[in-house]
């Protein structure tokens, strides 16, 4: 828009060169050239963006800020897309938090399907939320087949942290079932004592979700969301021009 560089073809490539308004403002030697830089110096630059912004008029300073940061349109949309998905994981974290004890099993099973284990729905749902005994919650098979069987404690805190002590029951548990294999699940936070212990387990492997890894992958395998709405970029097809 600055006419700072110009395009040409030479056969079937295409190319761009400075121009000598180009040259001219890099004989000045300019930190950089942003759009801020652009907008006030190029009549036609602030024309380019007065009709980009439909019409909006003059370009004030809130406009101009927004550009000052050097950042590609793809770049800028990205961050929109992270801001309006934290949002999401807020508002889908606080509705977990308040769910019932039968929704969160449920929201459990869901999970745990999703990322390859238990088989099916139905078949995990046989199990979790149904032992209720020696601080087990449920059983769920570690593939489709059932050859190994993975013990799950699913805590719905949400005032409290999980201690080193919950994590020593739930492990005493795991040592009468004869198994070696743990997945502890909470609303709430682990403490870092108990971060420590299950780190410091030789004999069990013992994994640990809390509310803000539940929620996470609750939105990687769109468990309670869904995707809302699909932004299309065009981008020009050099390759179609080659035989031109």
């Not at 110096?41 to 380019?48: D, G, K, L, T």
């Not at 539940?214 to 869904?226: A, C, E, N, Q, T």
Request: aromatic share 10%; net charge negative; no cysteine.
């Amino acid at each position: 828009m600055a006419s700072l560089v110009d395009s040409e073809r030479r056969g079937r490539k295409g190319f761009w060169r400075i121009t000598e308004r180009g040259l001219e403002i890099l004989s000045k030697n300019l930190d950089g050239i942003n759009t801020k830089f652009l907008l006030d110096n190029f009549p036609e630059v602030r024309e380019w963006y007065r009709k980009l912004k439909n019409g909006a008029g003059t370009v004030n300073e809130e406009t101009i800020s927004l550009t000052e940061t050097n950042k590609s349109p793809e770049e800028l949309i990205e961050e929109s897309i992270d801001k309006v998905n934290l949002l999401t994981k807020r508002e889908l974290t606080e509705i977990v938090s308040n769910l019932s004890p039968v929704a969160f099993e449920k929201l459990v099973v869901d999970v745990l399907v999703q990322m390859g284990y238990g088989g099916s729905y139905e078949e995990a749902s046989q199990h979790i939320g149904k032992t209720g005994d020696e601080g087990v919650d449920g059983v769920i098979k570690q593939d489709i087949l059932g050859l190994d069987n993975i013990y799950i404690q699913a805590k719905r805190w949400n005032n409290s942290t999980v201690g080193r002590r919950e994590l020593q029951s739930f492990v005493g548990a795991l040592h009468g079932k004869g198994s070696r294999k743990g997945v502890f699940i909470t609303t709430s936070q682990f403490t870092r004592d108990a971060l420590e212990y299950a780190k410091g387990l030789s004999d069990i492997k013992l994994i640990l979700i809390d509310g803000e890894k539940l929620v996470d992958y609750m939105l990687k395998f769109k468990i309670g969301v869904r995707t809302y709405r699909k932004y299309e970029i065009l981008k020009v097809d050099n390759d179609y021009f080659e035989d031109f």
